[in-house]
Nanobody
Framework: QVQLVESGGGTVQPGGSLRLSCIASGSTDGLYLMGWYRQAPGKQRELVADIRTSGSRTYDDSVKDRFRISRDGATNTVYLQMNSLEPEDTAVYYC?????????????WGQGIQVIVSP
């Protein structure tokens, strides 16, 4: 099992910044991808950004010029730096960790952290 602890959410005005953090612990052998998803009220959960141990990054088009994902391999921590925040970014953000173990992908989710962008 992998345990995830998220931090850094909160309320910010439009144009502001926040940084989310997620630390993975436990059975992290085989970890190869860390990422962030979000879910706004009444909408499906969607990918925000992810990063592989190779360094390859994926961003949703709506955030690629404003957000940056990074990771610290030594501590299994993934960060999401969010700049120029917009009200449309308001959502619960979830950390995802994916491992390869026992010949299968295993996904682990954080508990979610609220981000509110409001004047």
């Amino acid at each position: 099992q992998v345990q995830l602890v998220e931090s850094g959410g909160g309320t910010v005005q439009p144009g502001g910044s926040l940084r989310l953090s997620c630390i993975a612990s436990g059975s992290t052998d085989g970890l190869y991808l860390m990422g962030w998803y979000r879910q706004a009220p009444g909408k499906q959960r969607e990918l925000v950004a992810d990063i592989r141990t190779s360094g390859s990054r994926t961003y949703d088009d709506s955030v690629k010029d404003r957000f940056r994902i990074s990771r610290d391999g030594a501590t299994n921590t993934v960060y999401l730096q969010m700049n120029s925040l917009e009200p449309e970014d308001t959502a619960v953000y979830y950390c995802l960790v994916r491992t390869w173990s026992s010949a299968a992908n295993n996904d682990y989710w954080g508990q979610g952290i609220q981000v509110i962008v409001s004047p």
